[in-house]
C-alpha cells in the first residue's frame, strides 16, 4: 500500500531531480576543462548531483512507505536539509565563476535548496 504524497513533496523530489540532471550535463563541461578551479568544481557537482538524487530517492521511499514512523519521516527531512545545505555551498561557487551557465546553474540550485528547507514532518504527510 502506498501513500499519496503531498505537492510541496512532489515539487521538492521533481527539483532534486532538475538539479541533478543539470548538475550532471555541467559536471561533463568542467571535466573537459584544465585546472584546479576546475578540477574542485566538478567535485562540487559531483557532490551535489549525488546529495540531490539521493534526497529525490529517499523521499520517494517515506512517500511510498504506508507507515513511514516518525523517525524515517525525520530521517527524510534532515537528508532534505543536508541536500539544502550542499545545494547552496555549490551555488555559491557556480556564482563566483562568473559565466551565464553557471549562474543559472546556481539560481535552480538555490530553489532546489529553499525547496528542500521546506520539507517539514507536516509536507511529508500525504495530501
Same mark, same amino acid.
Given at each position: 500500500?502506498?501513500? @499519496? #504524497? %503531498?505537492?510541496? =513533496?512532489?515539487? $521538492?523530489?521533481? &527539483? *532534486?531531480?532538475? /538539479?541533478? !540532471? +543539470?548538475?550532471?550535463?555541467?559536471?561533463?563541461?568542467?571535466?573537459?576543462?584544465?585546472?584546479?578551479?576546475?578540477? @574542485? #568544481? %566538478?567535485?562540487? =557537482?559531483?557532490? $551535489?548531483?549525488? &546529495? *540531490?538524487?539521493? /534526497?529525490? !530517492? +529517499?523521499?520517494?521511499?517515506?512517500?511510498?512507505?504506508?507507515?513511514?514512523?516518525?523517525?524515517?519521516?525525520?530521517?527524510?527531512?534532515?537528508?532534505?536539509?543536508?541536500?539544502?545545505?550542499?545545494?547552496?555551498?555549490?551555488?555559491?561557487?557556480?556564482?563566483?565563476?562568473?559565466?551565464?551557465?553557471?549562474?543559472?546553474?546556481?539560481?535552480?540550485?538555490?530553489?532546489?535548496?529553499?525547496?528542500?528547507?521546506?520539507?517539514?514532518?507536516?509536507?511529508?504527510?500525504?495530501?
Amino acid at each position: 500500500m502506498t501513500r @499519496q #504524497m %503531498s505537492t510541496e =513533496m512532489q515539487q $521538492c523530489i521533481e &527539483m *532534486c531531480n532538475k /538539479c541533478h !540532471d +543539470m548538475c550532471e550535463q555541467m559536471l561533463s563541461r568542467c571535466m573537459e576543462t584544465r585546472g584546479e578551479q576546475a578540477m @574542485q #568544481m %566538478s567535485m562540487m =557537482m559531483m557532490s $551535489c548531483a549525488d &546529495m *540531490c538524487r539521493m /534526497c529525490a !530517492d +529517499m523521499m520517494m521511499r517515506c512517500s511510498s512507505m504506508a507507515k513511514a514512523g516518525p523517525d524515517m519521516v525525520q530521517m527524510c527531512v534532515r537528508m532534505c536539509g543536508m541536500c539544502a545545505d550542499m545545494c547552496e555551498m555549490t551555488a555559491e561557487m557556480c556564482n563566483r565563476m562568473g559565466t551565464k551557465e553557471m549562474t543559472e546553474l546556481a539560481d535552480m540550485m538555490t530553489r532546489c535548496a529553499d525547496m528542500c528547507r521546506q520539507m517539514k514532518p507536516q509536507a511529508m504527510q500525504p495530501a
